[in-house]
């Protein structure tokens, strides 16, 4: 939700498909967010200027995120991956997320909407299981990994540097300020 009490968000439909869509608070108003071609659409987050972001898949069944600027789409995949997923946006230019590489680990990751450049932050303590889901103005990452012994551990990053000091991030130089230890589901 940004600060114009409007959130982004989704929800399935009688036929089982993901519709993203954001809801006004003043008004109690949904307004659908389409993406011509998609099947089905999630909207992840809103900031305070109206910017949408989220993910979508296509008839090819490709996962694929989205930025979306008033009446203007941009469809975004990481260079790595075969499925990208943006789970966060903030009012300064960056949104995160999650893609998928094509050995099918999950690897976190910052986009910078003005140089359009994706970053790979890997927590240095995962192993292939990296995902981040939250992005505030002060650039602070947050999210979680799967370690060696497969317990998934809450992660914040403190905080996202400048875009040319985001290389470091990406090469596992992440500095973990809180973590805590979830048990495996089993």
């Known amino acids: 939700m940004n600060n114009n009490n409007v959130a982004a968000g ?8 993901t519709q993203g869509d954001t809801y006004n608070i003043a008004s109690q108003t949904f307004t659908p967010v389409n993406i011509t071609g998609a099947t089905a659409v999630t909207a992840a987050g809103i ?3 109206g910017v949408i972001a989220g993910f979508y898949t296509n008839a090819a069944a490709t996962t694929l995120s989205f930025i979306l600027n008033g009446s203007t789409l941009t469809s975004l995949q990481d260079p790595n991956a075969v499925s990208t997923m943006i789970l966060g946006l903030n009012n300064t230019g ?3 997320g999650v893609y998928t590489d094509a050995n099918g680990l999950l690897h976190g990751f910052v ?9 790979t932050v890997d927590d240095p303590n995962g192993v292939g299981g990296t995902t981040l889901n939250g992005l505030n103005d002060r650039g602070q990452l947050t999210g979680f990994f799967v370690d060696a012994n497969g317990n998934t551990n809450g992660l914040l990053a403190n905080p996202v540097p400048e875009p040319s000091s985001l ?3 990406g090469s596992g130089i992440v500095s973990l300020i809180g ?8």
């Open 179 to 186: 973590w805590r230890r979830c048990r495996k589901a089993t």
């Open 111 to 119: 986009y910078d909407i003005g140089i359009n450049t994706f970053t």
């Open 94 to 96: 960056l949104a995160d």
């Open 47 to 49: 900031n305070d200027a």
């Open 167 to 169: 290389a470091l991030i």
């Open 10 to 17: 989704f929800y399935i439909d009688g036929n089982g498909v």
